[in-house]
C-alpha cells in the first residue's frame, strides 16, 4: 500500500529508521524533526561511484540539496567532493574538510568577493555562467597573479521533461551559455590571460528518470568540445551537472548502472574526465520529516489531518507540487480503513500549505505520527521562519544509534539578528541621540 524508501521499514507495526524505532526519536527531540539513514546516504555514493568505476569521475555531491555539516563530513569523508552555489556554501564545503581540488562553484550571480574568496580557497572549478562572469573572474585572476580552471556551462537547449521550476537547459531558462557565445569566447580565448579553458559544464534539469536526455546533451556537448579543440582550447573536462531522478511515488527511474552504461562510452570516445554533481539520488530518499497530527478536522465533505510541520519546513509541494509519500509511523497494515481519505495540511497561514491531498492513511486522531518521505534533499535547506515558526531538528541514523544533528531552533533564535533598540523609533530618544551626535561634531571641529 505504502513506498518505503531504502533503510525506511516496519518493523512490529511501527516504522523505524535502520534499527531505530521513529517514536523513540520522537520521545526525546520533539516535532516536527527530520530524520537521515547514514546507511542510505553512504549506499548511495557508493553505488554510483562502483557503475562508474571504469572512468572514475569526480562525484561532487551538491551542497544546495542538503547542507547540513554532519552529512557534508560524512561523504566527504567517503571521497566526493562538493558542487557550491554561493560563498555561504563555499564555507560550509571548507569546514566539511573538503580540499579545493575538489570543489566545483555554480551559480548565475557570483559576486567578486565571492569570486575571491574561492581563488583563496584554491576551488577546482568554476562553472562560468555568462560572458560577463567570465570577464570579471579573468580581471580577478589578473589582479591576483593566477590562472583558473573555468568549465563554460553550455545551455544545449535539452527539455529533460521534468517540471518546470527544475527545468534548466531550455532556451528560455537563466542558466548557461548558448552555443553561438560558447564559439565566441573559445575563438577569443587568448584574450583572457587569467582563464583555463578546462571544461564544458551542464545541468539540463533535476528528477530526471530517463538517460536519453543526457545522452542528447553529452551529444551536443561533445560538438563544443570538438569545436573548442579545434579552436586551439584544450578542453579536458565535461560536467554532467546532477538530475538523476528517485522514486517519490510510482515513478521507475534508471539505475546507476543503467545510467554508467549509457553515458560511459560517450564520455571515453571524447577523450575527457568527467564529473557529476548528484544531490537528491544521494540524499533525497535518505531522509523523511516526521510530523504529529494536531487535529483532525472534517469540513464540506473533507477530511483534514492538521499537523504540526508546515511548508516553511517543507516548501517542495507548495512550490513544485511535489508528490510526497505519506505513512502512519504506527499501524498494522491489516486494520488499516482503506475508506478514510485525508488531505495533510499543515498550520501557515497560506493555502498552499498542503503536503498530500487524498490519501488513504487509516483512523487518525491527534498526536498520531506521520512520516513523509523523500525529504531528504530540497527540505531542511528550504525552511525558514515564516509565521514564526522554528526551524525543526535533525536527526542521523546509523544502526541502532542516532544523534541530533542540527538542534531545534528556540524563540530566542527568532530574534536573535533583530535590532531591536532603533534610536528614531522613539521620538524622545531620537532627540537625544541628535543632541550628542551634535556635541560630537562640535568637538571634532576644534
Known sequence: MFY?????KMTRNTLHCERVPIHQIVEEVGTPVYVYSYKTLVDHFRKLKSAFKKIKPLICFSVKSNGNMAILKLLVGEGAGLDIVSGGELYKAVRAGCPGERIVYASVGKTPQEIKEALKAKIFFFNVESAAELDLINSIAVQKKVVVNVALRFNPDVDAKTHKHITTAVKSSKFGIDAKTVHEIFANHASYPGIRFSGIHMHI????TQAAPFIEAVRKAGNMIEEGRKLGVAVDHLNLGGGLGIIYQNEEPQSPQGFADAISPLIEKLGVKLILEPGRFIVGNAGALITKVIYVKESHHKRFAVVDAGMNDLLRPALY?????????????????????????????????????????GQLESDHLLAIFGAGAYGSVMASNYNGRLRPAEVLVKGNQWEVIRRRESMKDLTRYDVEEVSFLDNG???????????????SLH
Not at 534539469?205 to 530526471?208: F, N, P, R, Y
Not at 497561514?349 to 490519501?359: G, L
Open 205 to 208: 534539469g533535476s528528477q530526471i
Open 321 to 361: 507540487e511535489a508528490y510526497h509519500e505519506v505513512v502512519p509511523v504506527n499501524h498494522n497494515a491489516k486494520a488499516l480503513d482503506d475508506s478514510l481519505n485525508y488531505d495533510v495540511v499543515g498550520p501557515v497561514c497560506e493555502s498552499a500549505d498542503v503536503f498530500a491531498r487524498d490519501r488513504k492513511l
Open 429 to 443: 530618544n531620537h532627540r537625544k541621540a541628535k543632541r550628542k551626535t551634535a556635541k560630537k561634531s562640535v568637538k
Open 4 to 8: 518505503y524508501p531504502h533503510d525506511f
